[in-house]
Nanobody, 120 residues
Framework: QVQLVESGGGLVQPGGSLRLSCAASGIIFSIYAMNWYRQAPGKQRELVAT???????NYADSVKGRFTISRDNAKNTMYLEMNSLKPEDTAVYYC??????????????WGQGTQVTVSS
């Protein structure tokens, strides 16, 4: 019954912008830390951005100053605003919810991913 559904990916030119969304259901969204990961072909999955239940954010060095992570607890949705996109940003982007409290059950949930392609 737990679902994380990403949307907003697509093809964009270098220097362009995209806004990704992750809609969560089946969890108490407001008490989970939320993360965006990405994985390019032939590369390891990397953490792109995090946002805690208290709203504190952190970013990979490669996206600092260009990407902004946010969350709307009333809508059970997390966002990733991506600006000044580069070809090296091309990857499948995954939504992740991480449990930061002691309780039974899984510690992590994952979405299916959404493709972002940056190309002329």
């Amino acid at each position: 019954q737990v679902q994380l559904v990403e949307s907003g990916g697509g093809l964009v030119q270098p220097g362009g912008s995209l806004r990704l969304s992750c809609a969560a259901s089946g969890i108490i969204f407001s008490i989970y830390a939320m993360n965006w990961y990405r994985q390019a072909p032939g590369k390891q999955r990397e953490l792109v951005a995090t946002i805690t239940r208290g709203g504190s954010t952190n970013y990979a060095d490669s996206v600092k100053g260009r990407f902004t992570i946010s969350r709307d607890n009333a809508k059970n949705t997390m966002y990733l605003e991506m600006n000044s996109l580069k070809p090296e940003d091309t990857a499948v982007y995954y939504c992740n919810a991480k449990k930061t409290f002691a309780a039974p059950g899984p510690n992590d949930y994952w979405g299916q991913g959404t493709q972002v392609t940056v190309s002329s």
